[in-house]
């Protein structure tokens, strides 16, 4: 069983930067697909970002592009999110989740197609 558990969410002033964290542990992190997601308060589940398994390919909402930036450390079992110039509207609880399918860019938006998911770390920017 896969487990997730993010770390280094917070509250910051819109323009400032978090970077956030994914531990896992109890299967072969190199093999699973990755993702983060957010989900602001009263709202759905939407993709933010997503990285392959050898983290040479990277998927990005888009109004995020140029902003954040996805990474993995297959060495280490982590998974973070660099969150720079961060707005308002970027308020939401983050949450990292992984599947294991072929092709990591097919459907990686999608919060149901994912198998294992964090308990999620809130992140707030206010003005």
């Known amino acids: 069983q896969v487990q997730l558990v993010e770390s280094g969410g917070g509250s910051v002033q819109a323009g400032g930067s978090l970077k956030l964290s994914c531990a896992t542990s109890?299967?072969?992190?190199?093999?699973?697909?990755m993702a983060w997601f957010r989900q602001p308060l009263g709202k759905e589940r939407e993709g933010v970002a997503a990285?392959?398994?050898?983290?040479?390919?990277?998927y990005y909402l888009d109004s995020v592009k140029g902003r954040f930036t996805i990474s993995r450390d297959n060495a280490n079992n982590m998974l973070y999110l660099q969150m720079n110039s961060l707005q308002p509207e970027d308020t939401a609880m983050y949450y990292c989740?992984?599947?294991?399918?072929?092709?990591?860019?097919?459907?990686?938006?999608?919060?149901?197609?994912?198998?294992?998911w964090g308990q999620g770390t809130q992140v707030t920017v206010s003005t």
């Open positions: 989740a992984s599947r294991h399918v072929v092709y990591c860019g097919v459907g990686w938006s999608g919060p149901e197609n994912f198998e294992f």
């Open positions: 109890g299967g072969d992190f190199s093999t699973y697909c």
């Open positions: 990285i392959s398994r050898g983290g040479g390919d990277v």
